[in-house]
């Protein structure tokens, strides 16, 4: 490598599970729930259990969006299908591909710019694994999303300690057919997408492609001479090949490629500055005392800034990947493998202030290969099986420097204070995970009501880190770490059907996270960080009401997560030679837990009108973590909320159509979804009694409208997202900013698009 500068929450839950199977009892028949009621009724068919299930069959807390429900909601991003789904967040990090998600307060505390990218859920496309590149894929032409809520160790493999993310692309058929799309909307954002599907040999060949461009000016503007702003280029496609050599053998091959760059990293000053660069600008102490800098401060800006370079901030992703499926009849052998590749970076100003006082070059590249080999029974018989086994490869290589611009407060000694150009810190790294389980799941399926499931994996994984540390092109730390980990991770289920629509279902399992080497050689950190593991308790019913007019899916839970990984990254000025440092690393919190409920339910209320909702209620915290080191500071923050938790997650959609004739029909949607307040950063627990501080997000209500016309081929739209202009943001994010700790703002946007089928 080159080296250079550059026992509450148990009383809790068997309360709500009691309720749970109470209301059960009240209202007799059982079952489920896909996001945005289903127009007709119909069975939802997933496959959370590496099989085709009807959803009533899953005794999983599951969310299933099908096409419908992503068409009609115009699905464009993961916080748009999250926004669906109880007891779920994200917070952004400054551009589409950048967002921390969290299950049931369950989230992902490590860098996100860390060399392997680690998740607290797994995320899958087609059953190949791409949480390693990215945290937001393509959505166009898609069959269904199924977000699956609590450890799902068995299928889902590594990291799944909060749940996992099933995507499910639509394959190539044996027909000639395809749609395109086009849509307008707010700041001049243009969007073109489009899919068409050839039998290249009839019963043999056929290959499908979809694809999305999509070019906004962006809601947020740069008053400096410079220009720009936060407009952005998103470019997306996936070409997809099935062949089909005999009756019982189907092969899918697939390519997906996603580009995106915006002109800056999408947030607003707020004026708070961090103990360190409330020093380093202005000589005092953190708080509420940055330079309005000509722009002032969110809430009253939400659409300025003001620096000084130009900046460049972006992704590129993309995977190969098989899936090939042999069915033998009583028996069938799935092999899954891939590659995937996605590049990060960011370049340009990182003050974010109209002075030259620093920028940044960061290139991230990250690799990841890995495959699955499955044999398991197919269709319900009195015992169904399955047990499998899958590798892997992930590394990353980094690149960050911190370079003075010609203003910068802190000119080494001997640069005659014009160090423009001179390094102000550095890191650079590589680093591997090679991991390997073996897994093996049954159901006894005892009578038609009652079956119970166990299933096992072991996990063995082995990381490396070689990195290097500098400031002011003095090396500050070299590491060269090796460490391994193994696990056994079991799951049980028992399942009860009084008839044959009520489901009652328990569940224990447990979830793993593998731990890892130091990037530091810190005084203040271990050379290694020990695994994260979590144990999930919940009961839960499902049942169908009318004649399946109505779905409901209720869940109670209780999570005990052990060594919880977290972050730790801070700057500070060295006493001794004035200069500017970094720490950075990984720490175990000693224990957290997260317990609650969660309810969701679809309603046919008429043949035209529809209505579907979700609850969910999630209290989360620190059980003990005494010795939390925030900014450089130690401190006890047991006892506190988790970052990314909000208490109180809500949402409600209802469509209701208007036959136009006899070919089309209109409709109305209404969507609305409530977030409670939440911990976005852990400078939160250090800076909560200081005023201004933005770390704690606020709580928002968001309504979406929509108004549309459409036929068997033809669909025109026209909507209002963020109708009322509610005020909020995701996450508040630190760097060295001038003007303080900066917040990606919410705002309203108008539109309208027009698709066609043929």
């Not at 967002?99 to 996100?112: H, V």
């Not at 860390?114 to 069959?143: K, M």
């Not at 016309?709 to 739209?717: G, S």
């Not at 917040?743 to 066609?756: C, D, L, M, N, Q």
Request: glycine share 10%; with cysteine; charged share 20%.
């Amino acid at each position: 490598m080159k080296l250079c500068k550059k026992n509450r929450g148990a009383n809790f839950t068997a309360g709500v599970a009691t309720a749970a199977m109470a209301a059960g009892l009240i209202v007799a028949p059982a079952h489920a729930q896909q996001a945005g009621a289903s127009r007709g009724g119909s069975e939802i068919v997933v496959t959370a259990q590496r099989r085709e299930q009807s959803l009533q069959d899953v005794p999983i807390a599951i969310t299933a969006l099908t096409a419908e429900t992503i068409k009609d909601q115009n699905v464009q991003s993961v916080d748009d299908y999250f926004a669906l789904t109880p007891n779920v967040s994200f917070q952004s990090n400054g551009s589409r591909d950048r967002k921390d998600l969290a299950i049931r307060g369950i989230s992902n505390q490590l860098n996100p710019y860390a060399d392997v990218r680690q998740s607290s859920y797994a995320f899958y496309v087609d059953e190949f694994n791409v949480a390693a590149g990215t945290s937001n894929p393509q959505i166009v032409d898609l069959e269904r999303i199924e977000v699956l809520r609590g450890p799902q160790g068995t299928y889902f493999g590594r990291n799944a300690v909060g749940g996992a993310i099933n995507v499910i692309t639509k394959k190539p058929v044996d027909a000639f057919e395809g749609e395109i799309e086009l849509g307008y909307s707010s700041y001049d954002t243009k969007r073109a997408q489009g899919v068409i599907n050839i039998p290249v040999v009839s019963g043999l060949l056929a290959v499908r492609a979809s694809g999305q461009i999509e070019k906004s000016d962006g809601h947020i503007k740069n008053i400096n001479p410079i220009g720009g702003g936060n407009d952005s280029e998103y470019y997306t496609g996936r070409i997809q090949a099935r062949f089909t050599p005999l009756d019982n053998l189907t092969w899918d091959f697939a390519y997906n490629y996603s580009d995106e760059e915006v002109g800056m990293r999408n947030g607003v000053p707020t004026g708070f500055v961090t103990r360190t660069w409330a020093s380093v600008y202005y000589g005092g102490t953190a708080g509420l005392i940055a330079d309005p800098d000509g722009v002032g401060f969110y809430p009253e800006n939400d659409t300025r800034v003001n620096f000084n370079r130009k900046q460049r901030v972006g992704s590129k992703f993309e995977y190969f990947s098989t899936r090939a499926v042999w069915d033998f009849g009583p028996v069938a052998l799935t092999a899954v493998g891939g590659h995937l590749s996605s590049d990060v970076f960011n370049y340009g100003d990182v003050d974010g202030g109209s002075r030259d006082f620093f920028y940044e070059d960061l290139k991230l590249r990250r690799e990841s290969t890995s495959g699955e080999l499955r044999l398991q029974s197919t269709g319900t018989q009195f015992l169904d099986w399955s047990l499998g086994a899958s590798l892997g490869k992930d590394k990353g290589v980094s690149d960050q420097t911190t370079f003075h611009g010609a203003d910068s407060p802190l000119c080494p000694a001997g640069t005659g204070g014009n160090c423009d150009g001179y390094e102000v810190t550095g890191a650079e790294g590589v680093s591997t995970s090679r991991y390997f389980a073996i897994f093996a799941q049954g159901t006894l399926n005892f009578t038609e009501q009652l079956s119970a499931t166990a299933g096992l994996r072991y996990s063995w994984e082995k990381v490396t880190n070689v990195s290097q540390t500098s400031s002011n092109t003095v090396i500050t730390g070299e590491n060269d770490r090796v460490a391994d980990f193994e696990d056994i991770s079991p799951k049980f289920t028992l399942t009860y059907k009084p008839n044959r629509d009520w489901m009652i279902f328990a569940t224990a399992s447990r979830g793993f996270k593998s731990g890892g080497t130091q990037t530091s050689n810190s005084a203040a950190l271990t050379n290694e960080f020990k695994p994260e593991t979590l144990w999930n308790y919940e009961l839960g019913t499902k049942f169908d009401l009318f004649d399946r007019r109505l779905r409901v899916d209720v869940t109670g839970f209780y999570m005990d997560w052990k060594d919880v990984q977290q972050t730790i990254r801070f700057q500070y000025i060295d006493p001794v030679t004035g200069l500017l440092r970094g720490v950075s690393g990984i720490a175990n919190a000693a224990s957290a837990e997260s317990y609650g409920m969660e309810a969701s339910f679809d309603a046919r209320l008429t043949d035209h009108w529809t209505l579907g909702g979700n609850v969910g209620f999630n209290k989360s915290k620190y059980k003990e973590y005494p010795n939390a080191l925030i900014d450089g500071n130690v401190i006890d923050i047991s006892g506190e909320q988790l970052t990314n938790a909000p208490e109180w997650t809500l949402g409600a959609q209802t469509q209701y159509t208007l036959p136009l004739g006899d070919e089309f029909e209109a409709f109305v949607r209404a969507e609305w979804n409530y977030r409670d307040a939440m911990i976005s950063n852990p400078y939160y627990y250090l800076y909560k009694n200081v005023a201004g501080e933005p770390f704690r997000s606020p709580s928002y209500h968001n309504v979406n409208l929509r108004l549309g016309v459409e036929d068997e081929r033809l669909r025109a739209v026209v909507f209002v997202e963020n109708l009322f202009d509610e005020k909020y943001y995701a996450n508040a994010y630190e760097k060295a900013f001038y003007s303080g700790v900066q917040v990606e703002p919410s705002y309203r946007v108008f539109g309208a698009s027009i698709g066609y089928k043929f």
